[in-house]
Nanobody, 125 residues
Framework: QVQLVESGGGLVQAGGSLRLSCAAS????????MGWFRQAPGKEREFVAT??????????YQADSVKGRFTISRDNAKNTVYLQMNSLKPEDTAVYYC????????????????WGQGTQVTVSS
């Protein structure tokens, strides 16, 4: 199993930017499709973005709620996946988690049985 540690969260004003990082260790990182999820207080965890790599090309996909504002990327040499978040809104406030993902019927899900500690993002209005 891959161990994952998220970082980079914080408090930012609406319209601001943050870059989240997720450092992976363990098995070969590049073999995994990686994704970001978030969970706001009182709400279910939701998919944010994913990035896959077929050895030649990266493919990314974002939820409609963040499309055009958030960009997911990865550096396989550093075993790290990033989430660049621009034009942040108060509704982006949540704990953000990264994990290895798999797609099933158009839905992305965590392939592991647990989640990391996440990183808190708070956007003030």
């Amino acid at each position: 199993q891959v161990q994952l540690v998220e970082s980079g969260g914080g408090l930012v004003q609406a319209g601001g930017s943050l870059r989240l990082s997720c450092a992976a260790s363990g098995r070969t990182f590049s073999n995994y499709a990686m994704g970001w999820f978030r969970q706001a207080p009182g709400k279910e965890r939701e998919f944010v973005a994913t990035i896959t790599w077929n050895g030649v090309t990266y493919y990314t996909y974002q939820a409609d709620s963040v499309k055009g504002r958030f960009t997911i990327s990865r550096d396989n040499a550093k075993n790290t996946v990033y989430l660049q978040m621009n034009s942040l809104k108060p509704e982006d406030t949540a704990v953000y988690y990264c994990t290895a993902v798999a797609e099933n019927g158009g839905n992305w899900s965590n392939i592991f049985s647990s989640w990391g500690q996440g990183t808190q993002v708070t956007v003030s209005s």
